[in-house]
């Protein structure tokens, strides 16, 4: 999806979020470099939404939230003052189904699943709508996915649900000596378009298996496990207040028991829980709740005995919205793994059809996050092996949370082609591994001329340097150098394992500088950056 140039509906509005508890709205916060940072240490769930290189970053918040935006003197303009009456006006007008037979996304035209259709919630399935599309596939093709089966036998949800999983491969009632990766959606409840795509690329994938040879191949060679709802609870309580969609209830419903409800299931896992305030809450009335301790929550624990009982190669945790491809890590400033490089490479090729912009949390949303979903797939390596886990936010930050159910299949297509080719590495995930390991001595330890560079140049009070280390100096201790003209340097910071770094230039003086990286005994190529005031 390209970034998309929307007519400005702004509303001369004299009011702000106003009126009921439930209310959300949709505001472009003129946050400039540092913005953000103090939104979210205020505890403004901000991790959905499309940031415009630091200038603006547009969202849709509580009526809480928009207190605490009010206070911090943030410029900002509301978009949509009521997103949930937006939803239900526009969906009125909206068709689900042009009727044509395939989709045209921007790198093909792929054959509509014909089984797929529209939800009774704004477009969107009920939790017993979905669970009715599991049961369709098993009974339409029984040789391919299984019957759904619950995720653990030991745990329910507060409201006492089980999570479902079902398993798309041949035999798909064995277990086979295959690689493994796991889709999953809906950690947060108000992400519905996070669940239509998956139910999409599954239909795609059971009708195809026939007909088309990398669809066949995917489905012989793999196991494909699908978890579309793992927060039930939220999600059926969003039907319960706004059943034509438009419901904004993102966590858990735990009892918090203090008046508040609920859970931020994507910071409860157990890998760096709780490592700092930035964009996990310890207060258990915000969005980003983390819950008293790591997987405290009954569905957190049963992902993490799934994950640990069942070997995957792959994770792919979709959510909604601001078309990024999110890898790890998310927590604190180490914004890089060892497998950064891998990350990079795959995601390159994740993102080709439809346009995510990629990279880290602090590369993508511009935040850090902890216990996320991703840092603890990939980054507990003791009681299982490493999984390769991406998080995807589908949807522009003008679809927001609820797109349009004219948007519904337009926004699915252009994920298939991400979906089978993340199958399609998890079927050469053996090769892979081996193709990285000894790849690791091939590369030189250079920096290619003409892949170190900054933008904007000339910049005013930030910029972003971006670059390729070779994986040699991914560990180690590479700096980004900036010296002003006369040569006495202004700012050094540590840039290993990384793909780009966002300078604060507020304290030059306006003038040229050089930069360049240094790492160990190895120097780049030095680059001219212009500080305009
Ligand atoms: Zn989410």
């Given at each position: 999806m390209k970034k998309l140039i929307f007519p400005l509906l702004l509303l001369a509005l004299s009011f702000f979020c106003s009126a009921q508890q439930q209310q959300y709205c949709r505001v472009k916060i003129y946050t400039g470099p540092g913005g953000l940072q103090t939104l979210i240490h205020k505890g403004v769930a901000i991790d959905h939404g499309y940031n415009d290189n630091n200038k603006t970053f547009i969202t849709e918040i509580s009526l809480k939230e928009s207190a605490i935006l009010k206070s911090s003197g943030l410029k900002y303009d509301v978009l949509i003052n009521d997103m949930a009456a937006y939803y239900v006006a526009g969906n009125a007008k909206a068709v689900f189904d042009d009727g044509s037979q395939v989709v045209q996304v921007?790198?093909?035209?792929?054959?509509?699943?014909k089984n797929f259709s529209s939800g009774s919630m704004g477009g969107y399935y009920t939790?017993?709508?979905?669970?009715?599309?599991?049961?369709?596939?098993?009974?339409?093709?029984?040789?391919?996915?299984?019957?759904?089966?619950?995720?653990?036998?030991?745990?329910?949800t507060t409201e006492g649900r089980p999570l479902y999983y079902v398993k798309i491969s041949d035999n798909p009632a064995k277990t086979e000596n295959e690689p493994k990766i796991l889709y999953t959606a809906l950690h947060h409840a108000r992400e519905p378009e996070s669940m239509a795509q998956l139910i999409y690329s599954m239909w795609?994938?059971?009708?195809?298996?026939?007909?088309?040879?990398?669809?066949?191949?995917?489905?012989?060679?793999?196991?494909?496990?699908?978890?579309?709802?793992?927060?039930?609870?939220?999600?059926v309580y969003n039907e319960t207040t706004n059943p034509n969609g438009g419901g904004?209830?993102?966590?858990?419903?735990?009892?918090?028991?203090?008046?508040?409800?609920?859970?931020?299931?994507?910071?409860?896992?157990?890998y760096e829980w709780g490592y700092d305030d930035m964009g996990s809450s310890p207060y258990t009335?915000?969005?980003?709740?983390r819950g008293p301790s790591a997987f405290s929550e009954p569905e957190t624990?049963?992902?993490?005995?799934?994950?640990?009982?069942?070997?995957?190669?792959?994770a792919l945790n979709n959510h909604s919205y601001g078309n990024y491809l999110i890898y790890p890590y998310g927590?604190?400033?180490?914004?890089?793994?060892?497998?950064?490089?891998?990350?990079?490479?795959?995601?390159?090729?994740?993102?080709?059809?439809?346009?995510?912009?990629?990279?880290?949390t602090i590369q993508t949303v511009g935040y850090t996050a902890n216990g996320g979903s991703d840092d603890w797939m990939y980054g507990e390596q003791t009681e299982k092996s490493k999984i390769i886990a991406y998080t995807a936010e589908t949807g522009t930050a003008y679809d927001g949370f609820w797109p349009k159910k004219s948007k519904i299949i337009p926004l699915a297509a252009a994920n298939l082609d991400m979906n089978l080719n993340l199958a399609l590495l998890t079927k050469q995930s053996v090769y892979a591994r081996s193709k990285i390991a000894s790849s690791t001595n091939a590369m030189q330890p250079t920096i290619a001329a003409g892949t170190l560079y900054n933008s904007p140049n000339p910049c005013n009070n930030f910029t972003r340097v971006y670059f390729n280390l070779p994986q040699q100096l991914q560990m180690a201790n590479a700096m980004l150098i900036i010296s002003n003209a006369g040569g006495q340097p202004v700012l050094s910071q540590k840039v290993a394992g990384e793909s780009n770094a966002f300078v604060n230039t507020t304290a030059f003086t306006a003038g040229i500088y050089y930069y360049f990286i240094k790492a160990g005994s190895y120097q780049s190529e030095t680059k001219k950056l212009i500080v305009v005031k």
């Open positions: 921007d790198c093909g035209t792929y054959p509509k699943p939790y017993s709508e979905l669970l009715a599309i599991l049961d369709s596939m098993t009974k339409k093709f029984p040789k391919l996915i299984s019957a759904k089966k619950i995720v653990s036998a030991n745990y329910t795609y994938l059971l009708e195809n298996y026939k007909k088309d040879t990398t669809v066949r191949n995917i489905v012989d060679s793999t196991e494909m496990y699908f978890i579309p709802c793992v927060n039930p609870d939220g999600y904004y209830w993102r966590k858990n419903r735990r009892n918090n028991n203090d008046g508040s409800y609920g859970v931020d299931l994507n910071r409860n896992y157990g009335s915000s969005d980003t709740y624990k049963m992902i993490k005995e799934f994950c640990d009982n069942i070997k995957f190669t792959y927590y604190g400033t180490k914004t890089y793994t060892p497998d950064s490089i891998l990350y990079k490479q795959q995601a390159n090729r994740l993102v080709q059809c439809n346009e995510f912009t990629k990279g880290t």
